[in-house]
């Protein structure tokens, strides 16, 4: 990895800048109109250089990171499977680029086709009714489904149902998207065996429950077999099913939400349509619907009249819980999404949830046969697994942290550490379906080198990372002593 | 297929490791019942050649116009450095940058992005981004109902000059918490928020105040009067601004006495494509008091453990994945990339470039507002300053003439009739620096034409 | 194992409650809750003069990993928050029944009486049974 890079502020000059950028100034009487008390009275500071002073800075910060292009990345929830060059290159064409959200629809038939297209695929895989496009992110697209929740009880005249039940092991998403929606959240508990605690949720259900959130395969990376049974006690106590998309890389093509009995769903295109993540976004959390909840959709959708496609708004919808976007969400993210699903079409699409789960299966089985405890040993991995390492904590004072930071020095990006929060010093791994079997092995290998060295020579993995850009880093002291912009005299 | 790199050797090979006969058996654990034997709906795979026609036909059919469209997204040039760096593989396909010495790069952006957005809008702090323009008033919205502790009432004074949909995403983001708004009145002779608007609020409880600046119209606020209004009656203001502007308009930092609470606006004219609407990112800036009250990631400067300067994720009790139902907000992945894009934008711009757009922009819009007023049947709508984007009136109905000029290849702003009903054949029409005076000349001239034809008929 | 004085009461959700001269209750999170939090890197305490009553969240505990609310013990109105904790949230890990102290409050008529409060050693028999 490269040395550190310093803050582009520092590589400002008074008077440098990259002026074949810019525009011609029109003059200053052209700004004549603009009132004095209105004005700006100082520049901001921003930073003075040249393009090559700009370029090299940034193309060195991106070499400070790993990413799905360069390092295996085996998040667990986070599907960070290889996102095809096609998707970018097509969905960045320059028609599409240059197009204005609110151009006119006689001259937008061409993407209005592929979002058309997307939602039908999008219903196709989910088994939903109806699907809409504009929710940005995964927690945009699971505010969507409980508004549509709330909205469909209001509807029915039974307002005092404001209760959203979430296993205890749920992403935080779905309690905060509770609170969200003015709902009051009902947690419950998972069984020994990872799957939904059900005398627990038959206590819990009553005639305040709106509805439940659940991801399944679970956040245990196992699948809730009882899900028809849940199905059945919430619907039975007058709440709805709400399926977090977190996990549909899992499953796609094998089994759909809407045939487990879920009524809205949220499906995180950048995680199993391999739309990028981008070092944080943009996302994309399409949400689909049974067709009871069809009437709620948010605005705008992609509606087709003959052979036209053309936007269809609040006017067409009434009872939409409403607009979420400014324009059409992230149209961008769509094309990206819709490419890959045409890619990989039908049959590429149940390779997905095959060979997703062959991975994930793979890996426990070779990384339990070196030594290391499964969470769920008794259990199908879905398309991931938890290691727990509880043991090494106890036996040799080494944490799952210490283990994920050896881990980068290694090569491999960490799998996602201390969640679910319910099984303690926990890896949560996904492999995903492109990754190949000698990345798998290679990854089981550094693991077990990791074990190796927690046994005799602890201090080695407890002070990791050692060849990262920077060492471990001083969270409390972030906290403490915020430094959250850059000023000139202010060094840590 | 479907980048799967597995030969039938690896399959066999990792099967006999897993002891199951097939890939069917490991899907073993969900009841039968519920299994699907396949995805009719879905079509059948296209190779990279057949999808990347298919796509540059559609795109080829939309074709590019010459367009006078804003309201809320704006065409400017974008360096080309911009996007050749942003799509790089190792920003484009990271994760959220949680493992903080893996994503130095990632990290170091982000706090270089704050800083520049805490500069840009004379504010103390800012967050790695919202969704949108829209949804970031939203979340100031309740981040102010958070903040304004003296209020109780979760009211919201939102002038109808801001723009209809952020209007619109407000009330969806917060109608199940009970906030309320009332809906300021625009003085119609000159399309911005005046003190007849609020003196019915006198002496109640409102929690804050939203402002816009330029509004919709394009027209500048009166923002120092609007702040010291609300804040000498304990009202937060919230400031919705487009960050080229703040090249040339007064900070929200610098409004009034005091100056706004919270600043949040969208990010996409800072390098960020059209793109029919997204992805883009808003942008969200407040005061050090009001920090914690502050939804989405913010990145932290800090120390290594050998001592050396690093970034790290800080601040995130306020968030889902640690408060989870108490978190501020549920957002979770945002919209980094463009952070990226903008980040990169304002380093190729700096100080002199940002101002010299905002000036370019604004005196093409200058020009474009005294050229098309010279057509007989076109006015301007209000009276008073307006910054790079500004409302007409048209003598005769504004759809038929827009469609007109589609024909020839010309967006010509947006009709404000279903909008605005009360404001008649209003058209909002806005030039950027991407625009000639030859551009200027042909929307002239097929407005023209557009208006004679719709007299004659 | 954590430090436990004595001669103060504690709650379930790991206040403890210290009565003082005048009366006033002087309240805080105990030694095991500030050691499962880690280093608080922010505390929020309530305004001098809010009424709670027990049971009510009225203060906050964060640290780098975990954020938790602290709860009144017993109904009453608060006289003080500790201001000492805005720059210094770590002397809730050095010092959390003295210096750490969060908030002091007047308590109801009766309510000290009806509050369920614990004995140091039902405490300990508690942190026991959670394994901590």
Redo the contacts between chains.
Sequence with gaps: MRA??Q???EYSQPG????D???????AA??A???V?????R???????S?LE??R???????????????F?P?GS?T?????K?C?????????????????E??????L??LYELQ??L???T?MEGVALSP?????G??AGV?MI?AYHRARGDLKRNEIIVPEAA???N?????????V?REIPVDAQGDVDLPALKAVVNPNTAGIMLTNPSTLG??E?H??EVARIVHEAGGLLYYDGANLNA?L????PG??GFDVIHM?L?KTF?T????????A?AVGVAARLLPFL?VPLVGKEGERYRWLT?ADVPQS?????????????L?RAY?Y????????????G??A???A??LL??LQAAGFDAAYPQ??ASHEFIITLKRQARELNVTAMDF??RL?DYGF??PTT??PLLVPECLLIEPT?????EVLDAFVTALSHIQKEAEQEPGRVT?A?HT???????????????????KPTA?? | MAFIPHTEADVAAMLATIGAASIEELFEEIPPELRIRSLAGVPEALNEMEIGRLMSERAAADGTALSFLGAGAYEHHIPAAVWAITTRGEFYSAYTPYQAEASQGTLQLIYEFQTMMARLTAMDAANASMYDGASAMGEAVLMAVRANRKSKAARILLPASVHPHYRQVAHAMTSNQGLTFAELPYAPQEGVTGAAALAPFEGQDVTALVVQQPNFFGRLEDVDALTDWAHARGILVIAVVNPIALALLKPPGEWGARGADIAVGEGQPLGVPLSAGGPYFGFMTTRMEYLRQMPGRIVGRTLDTAGHPGFTLTLQAREQHIRRAKATSNICTNQGLLVTAATIYLSLMGPQGLERTAAAAHARTRELVATLTRVPGVRPAFSGPYFHEAVLQLDRPVAPVLRALAAGGIHGGLDLAPYYPELGSALLVCATETKSSADIERYRAQLSEALQAARAA | MSELPADLKYTKSHEWVRTLSDGTLEIGISDHAQHALGDLVFVEVPEAGRKVQAGEACAVVESVKAASDVYAPVSGQITAGNPKLAAEPEAVNSSPYAEGWLMRLKPAPGALAAAALLSAAEYQKLLDAEGG
Aim: charged share 20%; aromatic share 8%.
């Design positions: 550190p890079e803050v582009i502020f440098r800048g990259a002026s950028q810019w525009p011609r100034h029109p003059g052209a700004l109109d603009l009132p008390a209105q004005r700006r009275t520049p901001p500071l921003l930073p003075e250089v393009e700009a370029v800075h940034f193309t060195r910060l991106s070499q400070l990171n790993f990413s799905i292009d360069t390092h990345y998040l986070c960070m499977k290889y996102n095809p096609a970018n290159q097509y969905a960045m064409l320059p028609q599409f680029l240059a197009r204005h959200p609110l151009a006119p006689a001259q937008g038939q061409g993407l086709a592929c039908e695929m219903k196709a895989v088994g940005m992110a995964g927690a945009h699971e505010f508004a709330r992403h935080g998403t309690p905060a998207t509770a609170t969200m929606c003015g709902c959240v196992v699948f077999r899900i028809t499953i093509g094998k089994v759909r045939d487990m995180n950048h391999s990028p993540h981008g070092g944080g976004g943009p996302g959390g948010p609040a819980i409403g607009r979420l976007s400014a324009f059409m969400g992230n149209a961008g993210v094309l490419i699903m045409r890619l990989l079409g039908r049959e590429g699409m149940r390779l997905v095959e060979f789960t062959l991975n299966n793979y089985k070779r259990r199908r994920a930071k980068l990006h960490a201390y969640f379906e492109t990754e190949s079997r002070s990372p990262m850009p920077v060492r471990r880093l001083d969270d409390v002291r972030a906290a403490r002593q915020l430094d959250l912009t850059w060094q840590p």
